[in-house]
């Protein structure tokens, strides 16, 4: 089945840094990635849109200086979080679907997220 | 805005069948029920997904009820390793944003 890998799986940096986290379809060719934000006992919530070639789409409220969406080729897409902080620490899940299969209502899957801790 | 209403809890014990409901009263006629599991600290996994025929696969079923407005996703014999966060979405998957939005689920705990 479609295989979504995120890494790292955990990272811990200091304040003020750049993070960058990628995300890889391994099996399949992905034009649209999303990315997802979790904080501690919450849902998820959808950050942007990553699509290939072309610019991200960002939901309301999320600042795209912040958080940088490169889609530069159809198994990658790298979300970096610039000058991080420690109220950027959160759990970043990224999904995608395999559209080579065809069927639009196939479902999205997605990668073991990331747990990113700014101190 | 999620379209789905799930209880925020529920309990299963070990070897016995986990009954989780989901109301989607709003769904409309081409959108689909979409059925993931989050265990903690990993990504959501997918389960099932189904219109508005009955589904079955080697995880669950799905059951849609015949007016779609809401729907129960069957774990036959639960484990404890079937403890998690389930969510359901429902999801038009013809043109437009193929974005999943995501409620606060049901948290099952299966006991021993």
């Known amino acids: 089945g479609a295989v979504v890998s995120q890494h790292p799986s955990r990272v811990i940096c200091k304040s003020g840094t750049s993070v960058k986290i990628e995300c890889r379809s391994l099996d399949f060719q992905a034009t649209t990635m999303f990315w997802y934000r979790q904080f501690p006992k919450q849902s998820l919530m959808l950050m942007a849109t990553?699509?290939?070639?072309?610019?991200?789409?960002?939901e309301q409220g999320v600042e795209k200086d912040k958080f940088l969406i490169n889609h530069a080729s159809l198994t990658l897409s790298t979300l970096t979080v610039t000058s991080a902080h420690p109220e950027d620490s959160s759990f970043y899940i990224c999904?995608?679907?395999?559209?080579?299969?065809?069927?639009?209502?196939?479902?999205?899957?997605f990668g073991d997220g990331t747990r990113l801790s700014i101190l | 805005d999620a379209k789905t209403t799930q209880p925020p809890s529920m309990d299963c014990a070990e070897g016995r069948a986990a009954n989780l409901p989901c109301n989607h009263s709003t769904i409309s006629g081409n959108e689909y029920v979409y059925w993931y599991r989050q265990i903690h600290s990993q990504g959501p996994q997918y389960i099932i997904h189904?219109?508005?025929n009955n589904e079955t696969n080697e995880m669950a079923s799905l059951i849609i009820t015949e007016d779609r407005k809401s729907s129960t996703l069957i774990l036959p014999h639960a484990t404890l390793r079937d403890t998690a966060v389930y969510y359901c979405i429902v999801r038009f998957p013809q043109g437009g944003s193929e974005k999943l939005v995501f409620g606060k689920g049901t948290k099952l705990t299966v006991n021993p």
């Open positions: 999904s995608a679907r395999d559209p080579g299969r065809g069927v639009r209502n196939q479902p999205q899957h």
């Open positions: 189904g219109l508005k």
């Open positions: 990553s699509n290939e070639g072309s610019k991200a789409t960002y």
